[in-house]
Protein backbone atom coordinates (compact mmCIF):
# COMPACT_ATOMS: atom_id res chain seq x y z
CA UNK A 1 0.00 0.00 0.00
CA UNK A 2 1.39 3.54 -1.09
CA UNK A 3 1.51 6.38 1.09
CA UNK A 4 -1.57 8.15 0.61
CA UNK A 5 -1.63 12.15 0.39
CA UNK A 6 -5.16 13.61 1.41
CA UNK A 7 -5.26 17.36 0.79
CA UNK A 8 -8.66 18.65 2.32
CA UNK A 9 -9.86 22.25 3.41
CA UNK A 10 -10.28 25.55 1.26
CA UNK A 11 -6.86 25.74 -0.62
CA UNK A 12 -4.24 23.85 -1.64
CA UNK A 13 -0.51 23.26 -1.21
CA UNK A 14 2.45 22.99 -3.27
CA UNK A 15 4.01 20.50 -3.89
CA UNK A 16 7.41 19.99 -5.60
CA UNK A 17 8.38 16.43 -6.60
CA UNK A 18 12.92 16.48 -7.31
CA UNK A 19 14.26 13.31 -7.36
CA UNK A 20 11.44 11.25 -5.35
CA UNK A 21 12.11 14.17 -2.33
CA UNK A 22 8.80 15.59 -1.61
CA UNK A 23 8.49 19.42 -0.32
CA UNK A 24 5.75 20.98 1.25
CA UNK A 25 7.11 22.72 4.00
CA UNK A 26 3.96 24.94 4.50
CA UNK A 27 1.27 22.49 5.28
CA UNK A 28 0.43 20.39 8.94
CA UNK A 29 0.61 16.88 8.64
CA UNK A 30 -1.08 13.96 10.55
CA UNK A 31 0.37 10.46 10.48
CA UNK A 32 -2.34 7.66 10.83
CA UNK A 33 -0.74 3.83 11.34
CA UNK A 34 -2.63 0.51 12.29
CA UNK A 35 0.21 0.58 14.73
CA UNK A 36 2.07 3.46 15.77
CA UNK A 37 5.02 2.68 17.92
CA UNK A 38 5.76 5.34 20.30
CA UNK A 39 8.61 3.81 21.75
CA UNK A 40 8.74 6.08 24.84
CA UNK A 41 5.64 3.92 25.65
CA UNK A 42 2.74 1.32 24.52
CA UNK A 43 2.32 1.07 20.54
CA UNK A 44 -0.89 2.46 19.91
CA UNK A 45 -3.33 0.71 17.72
CA UNK A 46 -5.06 3.18 15.39
CA UNK A 47 -2.99 5.78 16.23
CA UNK A 48 -2.28 9.37 15.31
CA UNK A 49 0.71 11.54 14.95
CA UNK A 50 -0.14 15.14 14.47
CA UNK A 51 2.90 16.92 13.45
CA UNK A 52 3.08 21.50 13.21
CA UNK A 53 6.27 23.31 12.53
CA UNK A 54 8.22 20.65 12.21
CA UNK A 55 7.33 19.09 15.81
CA UNK A 56 5.55 16.45 16.90
CA UNK A 57 1.76 18.07 18.25
CA UNK A 58 -0.21 15.38 19.72
CA UNK A 59 0.10 11.37 19.68
CA UNK A 60 -2.72 9.19 20.10
CA UNK A 61 -5.48 6.82 19.51
CA UNK A 62 -7.58 8.11 16.54
CA UNK A 63 -10.92 8.20 18.92
CA UNK A 64 -8.75 10.84 21.53
CA UNK A 65 -6.72 12.51 18.64
CA UNK A 66 -8.78 14.62 16.03
CA UNK A 67 -7.20 15.40 12.70
CA UNK A 68 -8.22 19.40 11.55
CA UNK A 69 -9.47 19.47 8.23
CA UNK A 70 -6.67 21.33 6.68
CA UNK A 71 -3.78 18.68 7.75
CA UNK A 72 -2.22 16.50 5.04
CA UNK A 73 -2.96 13.38 6.00
CA UNK A 74 -0.92 10.04 5.81
CA UNK A 75 -1.14 6.49 6.17
CA UNK A 76 1.02 3.51 6.59
CA UNK A 77 0.00 0.48 8.57
CA UNK A 78 3.21 0.56 11.11
CA UNK A 79 4.48 3.62 11.76
CA UNK A 80 7.51 4.70 14.18
CA UNK A 81 10.74 7.03 15.10
CA UNK A 82 12.72 7.83 12.78
CA UNK A 83 15.80 5.28 13.05
CA UNK A 84 19.21 6.32 14.08
CA UNK A 85 22.60 5.05 12.78
CA UNK A 86 24.87 5.27 16.40
CA UNK A 87 28.19 4.79 14.11
CA UNK A 88 28.93 5.39 10.41
CA UNK A 89 31.27 7.10 8.12
CA UNK A 90 28.91 8.33 5.45
CA UNK A 91 29.25 11.98 4.31
CA UNK A 92 33.18 11.56 4.04
CA UNK A 93 32.83 8.29 2.49
CA UNK A 94 31.25 8.12 -0.47
CA UNK A 95 29.42 6.48 -2.77
CA UNK A 96 32.15 5.75 -5.14
CA UNK A 97 34.74 4.36 -3.19
CA UNK A 98 37.31 6.20 -4.74
CA UNK A 99 40.09 8.72 -3.43
CA UNK A 100 37.88 12.00 -3.88
CA UNK A 101 34.95 10.91 -1.60
CA UNK A 102 37.03 9.09 1.31
CA UNK A 103 37.83 11.37 3.68
CA UNK A 104 37.01 9.13 6.76
CA UNK A 105 40.78 8.45 7.55
CA UNK A 106 43.62 10.98 7.41
CA UNK A 107 46.86 8.83 7.31
CA UNK A 108 49.85 11.22 7.69
CA UNK A 109 49.52 11.24 10.92
CA UNK A 110 48.20 8.61 13.92
CA UNK A 111 46.54 11.19 16.66
CA UNK A 112 44.67 13.66 15.19
CA UNK A 113 41.51 14.51 17.34
CA UNK A 114 41.60 18.29 15.53
CA UNK A 115 40.30 16.82 12.60
CA UNK A 116 36.66 17.93 12.53
CA UNK A 117 33.96 15.75 10.19
CA UNK A 118 31.74 19.40 10.02
CA UNK A 119 34.70 19.70 7.80
CA UNK A 120 34.72 17.15 5.13
CA UNK A 121 30.60 16.16 5.59
CA UNK A 122 28.88 16.15 2.21
CA UNK A 123 25.36 16.66 2.83
CA UNK A 124 24.32 15.89 -0.82
CA UNK A 125 26.80 12.36 -0.73
CA UNK A 126 23.92 9.49 -2.40
CA UNK A 127 24.78 7.20 0.43
CA UNK A 128 23.05 9.77 3.05
CA UNK A 129 20.16 10.03 0.99
CA UNK A 130 19.94 5.89 0.44
CA UNK A 131 20.16 5.41 4.22
CA UNK A 132 17.42 8.13 4.36
CA UNK A 133 14.94 5.95 2.56
CA UNK A 134 15.72 2.94 4.56
CA UNK A 135 14.13 4.85 7.24
CA UNK A 136 17.60 6.13 8.83
CA UNK A 137 16.76 9.70 9.31
CA UNK A 138 19.40 10.69 12.07
CA UNK A 139 23.53 9.58 11.45
CA UNK A 140 26.14 9.44 13.66
CA UNK A 141 29.35 9.79 11.82
CA UNK A 142 32.84 11.18 11.21
CA UNK A 143 36.36 10.02 11.05
CA UNK A 144 36.10 6.31 11.00
CA UNK A 145 38.15 3.96 12.90
CA UNK A 146 42.20 3.05 12.20
CA UNK A 147 43.99 5.74 13.82
CA UNK A 148 45.10 5.68 17.55
CA UNK A 149 42.58 9.46 17.09
CA UNK A 150 41.44 9.51 13.75
CA UNK A 151 38.98 12.47 14.47
CA UNK A 152 35.74 14.33 15.59
CA UNK A 153 32.46 12.75 14.94
CA UNK A 154 29.15 14.68 14.15
CA UNK A 155 25.25 14.43 14.47
CA UNK A 156 23.52 14.66 11.37
CA UNK A 157 19.87 14.64 10.08
CA UNK A 158 19.54 12.66 6.05
CA UNK A 159 17.77 15.46 4.85
CA UNK A 160 18.90 18.96 4.32
CA UNK A 161 21.54 20.23 1.08
CA UNK A 162 24.38 21.62 3.42
CA UNK A 163 25.76 20.54 6.50
CA UNK A 164 24.47 23.26 8.10
CA UNK A 165 20.89 22.17 7.09
CA UNK A 166 21.60 19.07 8.16
CA UNK A 167 23.88 19.38 11.49
CA UNK A 168 22.92 18.12 14.91
CA UNK A 169 25.64 18.46 16.75
CA UNK A 170 29.03 19.29 15.35
CA UNK A 171 31.49 18.06 17.82
CA UNK A 172 30.04 14.49 19.43
CA UNK A 173 33.11 11.96 20.13
CA UNK A 174 36.91 11.63 19.85
CA UNK A 175 37.33 8.39 17.54
CA UNK A 176 39.95 6.27 19.61
CA UNK A 177 41.40 2.79 18.25
CA UNK A 178 42.16 -0.17 19.75
CA UNK A 179 43.91 -3.12 18.40
CA UNK A 180 45.79 -4.35 14.72
CA UNK A 181 44.11 -1.95 12.46
CA UNK A 182 46.11 1.10 13.52
CA UNK A 183 49.41 -0.83 13.09
CA UNK A 184 48.43 -1.93 9.35
CA UNK A 185 47.79 1.67 8.72
CA UNK A 186 50.64 3.36 9.98
CA UNK A 187 54.19 2.38 10.56
CA UNK A 188 54.31 3.81 13.94
CA UNK A 189 52.60 3.55 16.60
CA UNK A 190 53.26 -0.57 14.87
CA UNK A 191 52.27 -2.20 18.28
CA UNK A 192 49.21 -2.03 20.85
CA UNK A 193 51.75 -1.05 23.87
CA UNK A 194 53.06 1.73 21.58
CA UNK A 195 49.66 2.99 20.24
CA UNK A 196 48.65 3.18 24.27
CA UNK A 197 51.47 4.92 25.68
CA UNK A 198 51.39 7.37 22.48
CA UNK A 199 48.42 7.94 23.53
CA UNK A 200 48.88 8.28 27.20
CA UNK A 201 51.74 10.50 26.51
CA UNK A 202 49.40 12.98 24.64
CA UNK A 203 46.67 13.10 27.20
CA UNK A 204 49.28 14.03 29.69
CA UNK A 205 50.03 16.22 27.81
CA UNK A 206 46.48 17.62 27.51
CA UNK A 207 46.17 18.12 31.19
CA UNK A 208 48.71 20.33 31.73
CA UNK A 209 47.47 22.66 28.66
CA UNK A 210 43.73 21.77 30.35
CA UNK A 211 45.33 23.55 33.37
CA UNK A 212 46.62 26.36 32.28
CA UNK A 213 43.62 27.07 29.75
CA UNK A 214 41.59 27.18 33.15
CA UNK A 215 43.77 29.26 34.92
CA UNK A 216 43.51 31.69 32.15
CA UNK A 217 47.62 31.27 31.90
CA UNK A 218 49.35 32.18 28.37
CA UNK A 219 49.95 29.81 26.01
CA UNK A 220 50.46 28.69 22.15
CA UNK A 221 46.81 28.03 21.00
CA UNK A 222 47.35 24.14 19.97
CA UNK A 223 44.18 22.20 18.17
CA UNK A 224 45.04 19.34 18.90
CA UNK A 225 45.61 19.87 22.62
CA UNK A 226 42.70 21.53 22.90
CA UNK A 227 40.28 18.92 21.36
CA UNK A 228 42.31 16.43 24.66
CA UNK A 229 41.49 19.26 26.84
CA UNK A 230 38.06 19.20 26.04
CA UNK A 231 38.09 15.55 26.07
CA UNK A 232 39.32 15.70 29.74
CA UNK A 233 37.07 18.71 30.27
CA UNK A 234 34.02 15.93 29.48
CA UNK A 235 32.92 18.33 26.66
CA UNK A 236 33.01 15.85 24.61
CA UNK A 237 33.36 11.91 24.66
CA UNK A 238 35.83 9.18 23.74
CA UNK A 239 34.32 6.98 21.43
CA UNK A 240 36.58 3.35 21.78
CA UNK A 241 36.96 1.25 19.06
CA UNK A 242 38.00 -1.72 20.37
CA UNK A 243 36.82 -5.82 19.61
CA UNK A 244 38.92 -7.97 21.38
CA UNK A 245 38.47 -8.51 25.20
CA UNK A 246 41.87 -7.53 26.19
CA UNK A 247 41.20 -4.38 24.23
CA UNK A 248 38.25 -3.56 25.50
CA UNK A 249 39.98 -3.67 28.98
CA UNK A 250 42.79 -1.73 27.84
CA UNK A 251 40.38 1.04 26.89
CA UNK A 252 38.24 0.45 30.04
CA UNK A 253 41.55 0.92 32.42
CA UNK A 254 42.40 4.09 29.91
CA UNK A 255 38.52 5.74 30.67
CA UNK A 256 39.01 5.38 34.45
CA UNK A 257 43.12 7.11 34.36
CA UNK A 258 42.07 9.67 32.96
CA UNK A 259 38.46 10.50 33.90
CA UNK A 260 36.92 11.16 30.49
CA UNK A 261 33.42 10.31 29.29
CA UNK A 262 33.27 6.80 27.50
CA UNK A 263 31.39 5.35 24.33
CA UNK A 264 32.58 1.52 23.17
CA UNK A 265 32.33 0.55 19.89
CA UNK A 266 32.51 -2.53 17.74
CA UNK A 267 33.10 -4.89 20.79
CA UNK A 268 33.28 -8.14 19.16
CA UNK A 269 34.37 -10.22 22.55
CA UNK A 270 31.78 -8.05 24.83
CA UNK A 271 29.91 -10.61 26.19
CA UNK A 272 33.65 -12.38 27.14
CA UNK A 273 33.68 -8.97 29.87
CA UNK A 274 30.01 -7.83 30.52
CA UNK A 275 30.83 -7.70 33.90
CA UNK A 276 33.56 -5.41 33.53
CA UNK A 277 31.53 -2.67 30.94
CA UNK A 278 29.01 -2.95 33.24
CA UNK A 279 30.81 -2.07 36.17
CA UNK A 280 32.45 0.79 34.20
CA UNK A 281 28.60 1.91 33.01
CA UNK A 282 29.87 2.37 29.64
CA UNK A 283 27.38 2.37 26.45
CA UNK A 284 28.02 0.31 23.59
CA UNK A 285 27.61 0.42 19.74
CA UNK A 286 27.43 -2.78 19.09
CA UNK A 287 29.27 -3.87 15.62
CA UNK A 288 27.42 -4.45 12.79
CA UNK A 289 25.46 -7.88 13.60
CA UNK A 290 26.48 -9.32 10.02
CA UNK A 291 30.25 -7.94 10.28
CA UNK A 292 32.81 -10.59 8.59
CA UNK A 293 34.21 -12.57 11.34
CA UNK A 294 38.05 -12.64 11.09
CA UNK A 295 40.84 -11.26 12.50
CA UNK A 296 39.96 -9.09 15.60
CA UNK A 297 36.40 -9.91 15.05
CA UNK A 298 36.86 -13.69 14.70
CA UNK A 299 34.75 -14.02 17.41
CA UNK A 300 31.68 -11.57 16.93
CA UNK A 301 28.09 -13.09 18.16
CA UNK A 302 25.03 -12.64 16.58
CA UNK A 303 23.35 -12.92 20.32
CA UNK A 304 25.74 -9.81 21.69
CA UNK A 305 23.08 -7.27 21.67
CA UNK A 306 20.87 -10.12 23.80
CA UNK A 307 23.09 -10.42 26.12
CA UNK A 308 23.92 -6.82 26.78
CA UNK A 309 20.44 -6.14 27.48
CA UNK A 310 20.05 -8.89 29.94
CA UNK A 311 22.96 -6.96 31.53
CA UNK A 312 21.58 -4.10 31.74
CA UNK A 313 24.60 -1.96 29.43
CA UNK A 314 22.77 0.25 27.25
CA UNK A 315 23.67 -0.04 23.59
CA UNK A 316 23.19 0.92 20.17
CA UNK A 317 23.26 0.08 16.55
CA UNK A 318 25.72 0.73 13.61
CA UNK A 319 26.32 0.71 10.21
CA UNK A 320 29.90 1.37 10.87
CA UNK A 321 32.54 1.12 7.70
CA UNK A 322 34.91 -1.57 6.33
CA UNK A 323 36.74 -1.55 3.23
CA UNK A 324 35.71 -4.44 1.29
CA UNK A 325 32.01 -2.96 1.17
CA UNK A 326 32.55 -0.12 -1.05
CA UNK A 327 29.29 1.47 -0.21
CA UNK A 328 27.27 1.24 3.49
CA UNK A 329 25.60 -1.23 5.64
CA UNK A 330 22.17 -0.35 7.07
CA UNK A 331 21.61 -0.26 10.26
CA UNK A 332 17.61 -1.53 10.32
CA UNK A 333 19.08 -4.99 8.59
CA UNK A 334 21.57 -4.99 11.52
CA UNK A 335 19.37 -5.01 13.97
CA UNK A 336 16.47 -7.53 12.35
CA UNK A 337 19.32 -10.05 13.06
CA UNK A 338 19.61 -9.03 16.81
CA UNK A 339 15.65 -9.17 16.70
CA UNK A 340 16.04 -12.28 15.21
CA UNK A 341 18.59 -13.77 18.20
CA UNK A 342 17.07 -13.27 21.18
CA UNK A 343 16.26 -9.47 21.72
CA UNK A 344 12.96 -9.34 20.15
CA UNK A 345 11.31 -6.72 18.36
CA UNK A 346 10.59 -4.01 21.12
CA UNK A 347 14.02 -4.53 22.70
CA UNK A 348 15.69 -4.18 18.88
CA UNK A 349 13.53 -1.04 18.15
CA UNK A 350 14.09 0.65 21.35
CA UNK A 351 18.07 0.61 20.57
CA UNK A 352 17.12 1.95 16.96
CA UNK A 353 15.44 4.81 18.45
CA UNK A 354 15.34 6.20 21.95
CA UNK A 355 18.02 4.37 23.21
CA UNK A 356 21.03 5.32 20.53
CA UNK A 357 19.22 8.52 21.09
CA UNK A 358 19.74 8.62 24.84
CA UNK A 359 23.99 7.20 24.18
CA UNK A 360 24.12 9.90 21.66
CA UNK A 361 22.86 12.35 24.02
CA UNK A 362 19.98 13.44 22.13
CA UNK A 363 16.68 11.77 23.24
CA UNK A 364 15.65 15.55 24.23
CA UNK A 365 15.23 15.89 20.35
CA UNK A 366 15.02 12.58 18.49
CA UNK A 367 14.13 8.93 19.11
CA UNK A 368 10.62 8.78 20.14
CA UNK A 369 7.34 10.04 19.10
CA UNK A 370 6.21 12.33 21.76
CA UNK A 371 4.79 15.73 21.63
CA UNK A 372 7.71 18.70 21.27
CA UNK A 373 10.23 16.71 19.82
CA UNK A 374 11.36 16.45 16.07
CA UNK A 375 8.54 15.09 14.10
CA UNK A 376 11.26 12.37 12.67
CA UNK A 377 8.83 9.88 11.62
CA UNK A 378 8.48 6.42 9.56
CA UNK A 379 6.03 4.66 7.64
CA UNK A 380 6.19 0.92 6.71
CA UNK A 381 4.13 -1.36 4.98
CA UNK A 382 4.98 -4.03 7.79
CA UNK A 383 7.21 -5.26 9.99
CA UNK A 384 10.14 -2.86 10.17
CA UNK A 385 12.63 -5.57 10.41
CA UNK A 386 11.64 -8.00 7.63
CA UNK A 387 13.74 -7.44 4.51
CA UNK A 388 10.74 -7.58 2.48
CA UNK A 389 8.92 -4.56 4.04
CA UNK A 390 9.05 -1.20 2.30
CA UNK A 391 9.09 2.19 3.20
CA UNK A 392 6.24 4.10 2.16
CA UNK A 393 7.55 7.66 3.36
CA UNK A 394 9.85 9.59 5.67
CA UNK A 395 9.27 12.48 7.62
CA UNK A 396 11.89 14.73 8.90
CA UNK A 397 11.43 17.53 10.82
CA UNK A 398 8.27 17.85 9.60
CA UNK A 399 8.88 18.02 5.91
CA UNK A 400 7.83 14.82 4.04
CA UNK A 401 11.44 14.06 2.17
CA UNK A 402 10.41 10.56 0.74
CA UNK A 403 7.52 9.21 -0.56
CA UNK A 404 7.58 4.87 -1.59
CA UNK A 405 9.09 4.14 -4.64
Avoid at 237 to 264: C, K, N, V, W, Y
Avoid at 300 to 319: C, N, R, V, W, Y
Wanted: charged share 25%; proline share 3%; net charge negative.
Amino acid sequence: MKIRNIVTGLFAFAIVVTSGVISNADAQIAVKGETVYTVSGSAIQDGVVLVRDGKIEAVGSADDVDIPGDYDVHEAKIVTPGLIDARTVVGLAGYYNQDHDQDQLETSNAVQPELRAIDSYNAREFLVNFLMKEGITTIHTGHGPGAVISGQTMIAKTSGQTVEESLVDSSTTLAVTFGPSVERNFDSPGTRAKAVAVLRQDLIKAQDYAEKRAAGEDQSRDLKMEALADLLDGKITALMSAHTSHDIMTALRIQREFGFPMMLEGASEAYLVLDEIKEADIPVIIHPLMIRPYGESKNASMETPAKLKKAGIPFAFQSGYEGYVPKTRVAKFEAAIAAANELGFDNTLYALTLGAAEILGIDERVGSLEEGKDADIVLFDGDPFEYVTHVEGVIINGEVVYEGE
